[in-house]
Every structure is written in C-alpha cells, then in structure tokens.
C-alpha cells in the first residue's frame, strides 16, 4: 500500500507541477496586494481540494454507471498523461493540462501594458484559472479517478489516497504563498528546467499506466 501511495504522489504532484504555478501565479496577481496574493492562494486550494474529494468520491461511481472498465480509464488516463508530458518536455501547448500558463505568464510579464492592467491583478482567480484547470485540471483528474478505482475496496488505501491530494495541493498553497521569494531563487529559466525534467518522468509513468490498461484488457485471463 505504501509503494501504491508513493507512487500516486509522484504521478500526481507531477502531473500537478507546482513549481509551474509560481510564475503563473506572480503573473496572474503581480499588481495585487500581498493580502490579495493570501486571499487567492487559500482559496484556490480550498476549491481545487474540494474538486478532487469530489472526483475520489464520485469517480468509480461513475465509470460504473457509464460501463468504463477501470482498464480502459488507464489507457485513456496514460494516454493524456502522456499529453502533457509532451507539452511538459517541449514547451508546447497541447490544451491537456495547462496550456494556457504560458500566455497567462506572458501577459503578466512585467514591463508589459496591457488594457485594465491595475485591474487584473486584483480580479477573482481562485476558480479559474488557479482550481481548474491550473491545480485540478484534466490530468489530475484522471489520476484520481485511476487511484480512487484501484482503492474503492480498500478503506485505508483511499484514506492514503485522500492524505496524498491534500498534501499535494498543500504544497501548491505553500508555493502560491512563496512565490514572491521563489520567483527570486528559480527564476523563469529555472522552472523551465525543473518543469522538462519533470514531464520525462511523467511521459515514463503515463507509459505504464497504458500497458497495465492494455495487460488488463487482454491478458488478465
């Protein structure tokens, strides 16, 4: 069970990318008060957490009810993670996970003026795009879906799974509220490196994730 957990937190903090919202997040609320900056990070983790609890809860449910093998769901869910590994490596936007981070970056780059700019630091972003898809998108969706199937009969395991997403999403709260000082320390470059490096081993993972779907369908007999 262990290994199991060790191994849905390396997937989905991955998959979540936290570092990836450090500059998401200095952009997105680079003109806002320090308060502001609190108020958005608490709540979108809030509301991203509620997301996935709802996803963990609800999700075997509903392959049952749609008649989707829990074999099946792995395909697919390898085969998007795998989606964003490559957009992870390349830097390109495939729409799967993030896609949009690197123009929302963009246009809060500073230096730049854009129409309403005073105004946009201090829109609400807590729902989107910081919950969903930023925090909570497609791909870590899937992850649970695929973690919350393989553990519906197993108490302990699905609570393991539980402490996981909360940890995860803690650390994106923690990095929201750092990211003034760790904006200094890594820099664009520096979570561009950590960002590629971190979508090789999730294109490895989402691999896997394919041929135990694949094993499954075919060869569990």
């Given at each position: 069970?262990?290994?199991?957990?060790?191994?849905f937190?390396?997937?989905?903090?991955?998959?979540?990318d936290?570092i990836?919202?450090?500059?998401?997040?200095?952009?997105?609320?680079q003109?806002?008060?320090r308060?502001?900056?609190?108020?958005?990070a608490?709540?979108?983790a809030?509301?991203?957490?509620?997301?996935c609890?709802l996803?963990?809860?609800?999700?075997?449910?509903?392959?049952?009810v749609?008649?989707?093998?829990l074999?099946?769901f792995?395909?697919?869910?390898?085969?998007?993670l795998?989606?964003?590994?490559l957009?992870?490596?390349?830097?390109?936007?495939?729409g799967?996970s993030?896609?949009t981070s690197?123009?929302t970056?963009?246009e809060?780059?500073?230096?730049?003026e854009?129409?309403?700019?005073?105004s946009?630091?201090?829109?609400?972003?807590?729902v989107?795009p910081?919950?969903?898809?930023?925090?909570?998108?497609?791909?870590?969706?899937?992850?649970?879906?695929?973690?919350?199937?393989?553990?519906?009969?197993r108490?302990?395991?699905f609570?393991?799974t539980?402490?996981?997403?909360?940890l995860?999403?803690?650390?994106?709260w923690?990095?929201?509220?750092?990211?003034?000082?760790?904006?200094?320390?890594?820099?664009?470059?520096g979570a561009?490196?950590?960002?590629?490096?971190?979508?090789?081993?999730?294109?490895?993972?989402?691999?896997?994730?394919?041929?135990?779907?694949?094993?499954?369908?075919f060869?569990?007999?």
């Amino acid at each position: 069970m262990i290994e199991q957990l060790l191994k849905f937190f390396v997937v989905f903090i991955v998959v979540v990318d936290p570092i990836s919202l450090i500059p998401v997040f200095a952009g997105l609320t680079q003109n806002a008060t320090r308060a502001f900056q609190r108020k958005m990070a608490c709540k979108s983790a809030l509301i991203a957490l509620a997301i996935c609890v709802l996803f963990a809860l609800l999700g075997a449910k509903f392959l049952e009810v749609m008649g989707i093998s829990l074999s099946s769901f792995r395909i697919a869910g390898g085969t998007l993670l795998f989606l964003i590994a490559l957009e992870m490596v390349f830097g390109r936007s495939s729409g799967t996970s993030t896609g949009t981070s690197s123009m929302t970056a963009k246009e809060g780059a500073p230096g730049e003026e854009h129409p309403g700019e005073e105004s946009l630091g201090q829109e609400d972003i807590s729902v989107f795009p910081l919950a969903f898809p930023f925090i909570a998108g497609p791909g870590s969706l899937a992850i649970i879906l695929l973690a919350a199937g393989e553990a519906r009969d197993r108490p302990l395991m699905f609570l393991g799974t539980l402490c996981v997403m909360s940890l995860v999403v803690a650390i994106c709260w923690i990095a929201m509220l750092a990211t003034p000082r760790l904006m200094n320390v890594f820099g664009p470059t520096g979570a561009n490196v950590v960002n590629r490096l971190s979508g090789v081993v999730l294109a490895a993972l989402a691999v896997q994730f394919i041929v135990d779907g694949i094993r499954g369908s075919f060869f569990a007999n």
